[in-house]
């Protein structure tokens, strides 16, 4: 599912997923793109992850609040609705909005 498909299905103006599209359907949509283990993790205000890699590729789909990621020197915020995935190996960075971030992680 594209980053545009769940924009415009799925994000409210507070900042939270709607009810459209579950989180349980969610996972399974990431299941059903091989991801084997899904998860919803939660950071609260301006949390950091330094530069780190994952051995294989990760999705991250913004639930509630924001993330702002670096990678490759380039850094773009992703808010509730919006789809990142970070290639295995890809050395990154994140940063957690004001008011922190939920989201759904898949994991290879």
């Known amino acids: 599912m594209s980053t545009s498909e769940l924009n415009s299905r799925d994000s409210r103006e507070d900042g939270a997923m709607s009810q459209t599209l579950s989180t349980k359907e969610l996972e399974r949509g990431l299941h ?16 950091f992850y330094p530069d780190h890699t994952h051995a294989a590729e990760t999705a991250h789909i913004i639930l509630e609040g924001e993330m702002r990621l670096t990678t ?14 970070v290639p295995a190996g890809a050395v990154h960075s994140a940063r957690m909005g004001p008011r922190g971030c939920r989201y759904l992680i898949g994991e290879w």
């Open 32 to 47: 059903e793109e091989g991801f084997r283990q899904t998860y919803v993790w939660q950071d609260g205000p301006n949390a």
């Open 72 to 85: 490759n020197g380039e850094t773009r915020t992703y808010r509730a609705g919006e789809r990142c995935d």
